[in-house]
T-cell receptor
């Protein structure tokens, strides 16, 4: 157990819908990262937050957004869902904003868009 | 931006043999290189990492080497066991103490199968 929690574990929804994925970082970690893992694209970085502020953006679609709240948990919002958005979504946390520290991954949320 | 290439995509070895996975990166500013092991349906777990001020690091049967000049790093697993079977990902990060961002750029993974 990494200490990072994600809910829900599984999510099945239809095209065009909107969903929210939730992540709670390890106690004391200020950085949260979101990654998307699909079969053909591997692990893709989406976005990073540090202590409530956006710090880095990767290949995140405009239909996706995220935020980090004062209690440091983070939510990833996916809207106007398409079949291709089906994937495993991981969040990871680390103590600082720097990339020189280990990132601890949560168990992931498996999103299926029908 | 950073790009990480990983080879091979699949690797099959006999139990007790060694396995080597290689990665190259493009951004010379990258200075942190972790390796993650991911079992089917599970989260990636860090198995070893190396920073750019170190050329080699070893932890029991696992070792990582880094060649900054050539911009490549490798994972070596000795005396492989069936429980080593998994997908292994290399990654690179432009991390620096006090830096503002630290996302990992991953290779596409190597599926390692260890046959008893």
């Amino acid at each position: 157990d990494s200490g990072v929690t994600q809910t829900p574990k599984h999510l099945i929804t239809a095209t065009g819908q909107r969903v929210t994925l939730r992540c709670s970082p390890r106690s004391g970690d200020l950085s949260v990262y979101w990654y998307q893992q699909s079969l053909d694209q591997g692990l893709q970085f989406l976005i990073q937050y540090y202590n409530g502020e956006e710090r880095a953006k990767g290949n995140i679609l405009e239909r996706f957004s995220a935020q980090q709240f004062p209690d440091l948990h983070s939510e990833l919002n996916l809207s106007s869902l398409e079949l291709g958005d089906s994937a495993l979504y991981f969040c990871a946390s680390s103590p600082s904003a720097s990339g020189s520290n280990e990132q601890f991954f949560g168990p992931g949320t498996r999103l299926t868009v029908l | 931006g950073e790009n990480v290439e990983q080879h091979p995509s699949t690797l099959s070895v006999q139990e007790g043999d060694s396995a080597v996975i290689k990665c190259t990166y493009s951004d010379s500013a990258s200075n942190y290189f972790p390796w993650y092991k991911q079992e089917l349906g599970k989260r990636p777990q860090l198995i070893i990492d190396i920073r750019s001020n170190v050329g080699e690091k070893k932890d029991q049967r696992i070792a990582v080497t880094l060649n900054k000049t050539a911009k490549h790093f490798s994972l070596h697993i000795t005396e492989t066991q069936p429980e080593d079977s998994a997908v292994y990902f290399c990654a690179a990060s432009i991390g620096n103490y006090g830096g503002s961002q630290g996302n990992l750029i991953f290779g596409k993974g190597t599926k390692l199968s260890v046959k008893p």
